[in-house]
């Protein structure tokens, strides 16, 4: 009988889902509704799985670079004029650039293994000069290492935002970078090399995109959404599937949340724990093909792409590792016994 009903959920929840992945992109903003996932029952590997209605009022507030320009006051007969600006500047060139040495500004400690680091950028006026999607790599040489410790991190500021760059660092046991970060204190310097690029994304090239994502893996996909939704022209809808250890582990859940607020319509994210507590009400376990199949929009819906990002495990379990950076390698995992093509799915 419990199998029954757990079955007779999970088709509901599908139809649920499936009925969001065919509706048209609207903008968001404006609606009372979001969803969250629960999880009712989880058998033989899946879970059974069901939609809620709960009331949100919209968090959206006015962005500040919109604003109308400010006007110079002055005492003499001439009329005011808007304030010009001085024009941004690109800190990362690529190329033969080499590697910038950036001063780390503050540090802001999110959880137990988690921080913030902000480091400022050559001047005021300057920006990252990065492009979405791409990275930036790190680069530190400790006492009685032989060769130095490189790594790439996705910035979590806007690419836009002028004078600092972001980077939201967990830290991993016997992890030399992070562990690095982790010991930084403000006014120490590391050097940066970038931009690395990975998926060059162009505004509705895709009208409906997948994120399937696990612990720091959020970071790109989280670069993807901030250039999806702060762009009014692009109207893709995104689906995130993020899997994590402890609901304490969920890296920018509050940014995540207010993107969910603010475009009910054409953003949802679900969670699943590897670890939940007593009060988690949403999905536990691994991110299964069960669940994959439950969430993911069909194979056959057009122009689809789905996108991975996670540890080791995760690529093993989902899509198949990548061969090297510039080579994807073979789709396998899940995706492929789910119906999904090797030109539908994106490895970070």
Request: hydrophobic content about 30%; some cysteine.
């Amino acid at each position: 009988m419990f199998a029954r009903q757990a079955l007779r959920s999970t088709q509901t929840f599908k139809h649920s889902i499936r009925r969001y992945a065919a509706q048209g992109s609207t903008s968001g903003g404006s609606s009372t509704s979001t969803y969250a996932l629960i999880a009712v029952a989880a058998a033989g590997g899946g879970g059974a799985l069901y939609w809620y209605n709960s009331g949100h009022q919209s968090t959206a507030k006015s962005d500040p670079r919109t604003a109308a320009p400010k006007i110079n006051q002055s005492n003499s007969s001439n009329p005011p004029v808007a304030s010009d600006p001085k024009p941004s500047t690109s800190t990362f060139l690529g190329g033969d650039q080499g590697w910038i040495d950036l001063k780390l500004e503050s540090v802001e400690i999110l959880s137990h293994n988690t921080k913030k680091f902000r480091f400022a950028l050559p001047s005021e006026d300057a920006i990252s000069g990065l492009r979405v999607a791409s990275a930036i790599l790190t680069k530190y040489k400790g006492p009685g290492m032989e060769k130095p410790v490189i790594r790439p991190y996705t910035p979590t500021s806007d690419e836009d935002t002028k004078g600092h760059i972001d980077f939201v660092i967990k830290k991993y046991p016997n992890g030399p970078m992070s562990s690095h970060f982790h010991d930084m204190t403000p006014d120490q310097r590391l050097e940066f090399k970038g931009p690395i690029p990975k998926y060059p994304w162009q505004p509705n090239q895709h009208s409906h995109i997948a994120l399937i994502a696990g612990g720091t893996g959020i970071t790109p996909m989280y670069q993807l959404c901030r250039a999806i939704f702060k762009n009014p022209d692009d109207k893709t809808k995104v689906t995130l599937i993020f899997g994590n250890v402890t609901e304490e582990d969920i890296l920018l859940k509050k940014e995540l949340e207010h993107l969910e607020n603010q475009y009910p319509q054409r953003f949802r994210a679900f969670y699943t724990l590897d670890k939940p507590s007593e009060s988690w009400t949403q999905s536990s376990g691994h991110i299964t093909q069960e669940v994959l199949k439950t969430l993911l929009p069909e194979p056959k819906t057009e122009n689809l792409k789905i996108f991975v990002c996670g540890p080791p495990g995760l690529y093993k379990a989902i899509s198949g590792g990548k061969n090297s950076p510039s080579d994807q390698g073979e789709l396998s995992g899940y995706l492929k016994a789910l119906g999904y093509s090797q030109e539908q799915v994106y490895k970070f």
